[in-house]
């Protein structure tokens, strides 16, 4: 009974949310932009929905068009696919957000703006679509020094491999281990990853104190592993200033982060899964690095402990791997209050 009273009540703030966001955008009601904020800045449950909700944001678009917002609120029949999709809230960096003056709630806010505005001031920019069937292999040397280019932990670019077949082509990425070469630090690595960092700056330009929304997404797939084994497969992105931080100091340089997990991922290797996230950038940002990245898990879905110096991956893989910017102009008559 408990579990049918919270579907329920999930069902309905789903709902509530929708019609929130219809109201902005068909009459930019400022009764509901104030309610829709309230929600997101109270509610975590409405901060998730929302986060689920935009991970597609033109198929949010589409819902917010019909006049049957209910209906649609029905579970959908689940389509027979090999793509799996999983997404996690952004994270704000506290102190930077704070000192920007962005907050969870004003965030929202500027979702609401980007269905407000007129969509003429929107464009969408695609950076890549990395398929590794070109261009050089990535470094592994962790953290790239210059932007365009594929660096992180050790890997390498395989054909098919261990019944792992590309998405597309002939080739695609294989992360061997957590670590790279010349690696300092001491502190243990269980994460391997590819990087690649990207200049904002003219996108951020383009924009004039409107938003730049960034979104990252990754195919993942797994040669067969033991049953008793648990790996989750991750995308990341993280909004940098001038600055270029080290392993060590990524989380406290970073302005701001988002993550997109595929969590557990399977044993079948004809199955690719996918890993997506968003990151509206903040005032200050001058570059996004992106990650991509394997890590084990113990049986019971946590981090495992003690943690090795480093990890080994028997057969993990990445492929098609997207890039793209949203840029929405702030309208002349309409300033965005997610900006100072």
């Known amino acids: 009974?408990?579990?049918?009273?919270?579907?329920?009540?999930?069902?309905?703030?789903?709902?509530r949310l929708l019609h929130l966001l219809q109201a902005v955008r068909d009459t930019h009601d400022t009764s509901a932009r104030s309610e829709l904020n309230t929600l997101l800045r109270e509610n975590p449950d409405a901060?998730?929905?929302?986060?689920?909700?935009?991970?597609?944001?033109?198929?949010?678009?589409?819902?917010?068009?019909?006049?049957?917002?209910?209906?649609?609120?029905?579970?959908?029949?689940?389509?027979?696919?090999?793509?799996?999709?999983?997404?996690?809230?952004?994270?704000?960096?506290?102190?930077?957000?704070?000192?920007?003056?962005?907050?969870?709630?004003?965030?929202?806010?500027?979702?609401?703006?980007?269905?407000?505005?007129?969509?003429?001031?929107?464009?969408?920019?695609?950076?890549?679509?990395?398929?590794?069937?070109s261009g050089p292999a990535p470094l592994m040397t962790g953290i790239p020094q210059e932007v365009n280019l594929w660096s992180g932990d050790y890997?390498?670019?395989?054909?098919?491999?261990?019944?792992?077949?590309?998405?597309?082509?002939?080739?695609?990425?294989?992360?061997?281990?957590?670590?790279?070469?010349?690696?300092?630090?001491?502190?243990p690595s269980v994460q391997g990853d590819l990087m690649r960092g990207v200049d904002v700056r003219p996108f951020l330009r383009e924009a004039n104190g409107g938003e730049v929304v960034f979104t990252l997404s990754a195919l993942l797939n797994t040669a067969p592993f033991l049953e008793a084994e648990r790996y989750e497969g991750a995308v990341t992105l993280w909004a940098l200033g001038p600055q270029l931080?080290?392993?060590?100091?990524?989380?406290?340089?970073?302005?701001?982060?988002?993550?997109?997990?595929?969590?557990?991922?399977?044993?079948?290797?004809?199955?690719?899964?996918?890993?997506?996230?968003?990151?509206?950038?903040?005032?200050?940002?001058?570059?996004v690095l992106l990650k991509v990245s394997f890590s084990p898990m113990s049986a019971s879905g946590k981090s495992q402990s003690p943690l090795p110096d480093h990890v080994t991956f028997a057969g993990h893989f990445v492929d098609e791997v997207r890039a793209s910017v949203n840029i929405r102009k702030a309208a002349p008559n309409q300033r965005n209050e997610a900006l100072p």
């Not at 929302?50 to 068009?65: K, P």
């Not at 799996?84 to 102190?95: D, K, M, V, Y």
């Not at 060590?248 to 079948?268: F, I, Q, W």
């Open 155 to 187: 890997s390498e670019i395989v054909e098919r491999y261990d019944g792992v077949k590309p998405v597309q082509g002939m080739k695609m990425a294989r992360v061997l281990r957590s670590d790279f070469e010349g690696k300092t630090s001491s502190k």
């Open 47 to 133: 901060r998730s929905t929302v986060a689920r909700l935009m991970v597609d944001e033109q198929a949010l678009i589409s819902r917010l068009r019909d006049d049957t917002i209910v209906a649609l609120l029905e579970p959908a029949p689940k389509a027979e696919t090999p793509l799996r999709t999983s997404t996690r809230w952004f994270a704000w960096r506290p102190l930077t957000a704070a000192a920007a003056g962005i907050m969870v709630g004003m965030f929202c806010t500027s979702v609401v703006f980007g269905f407000g505005v007129v969509r003429s001031l929107e464009r969408v920019v695609s950076l890549f679509q990395e398929s590794f069937e």
């Open 245 to 287: 931080p080290t392993e060590e100091s990524l989380m406290d340089d970073a302005l701001a982060h988002s993550v997109g997990l595929c969590r557990p991922l399977d044993r079948d290797p004809a199955t690719w899964q996918r890993a997506s996230t968003r990151l509206l950038l903040p005032p200050g940002t001058e570059r």
């Open 1 to 15: 009974m408990k579990h049918d009273d919270s579907s329920s009540s999930h069902r309905s703030l789903e709902q």
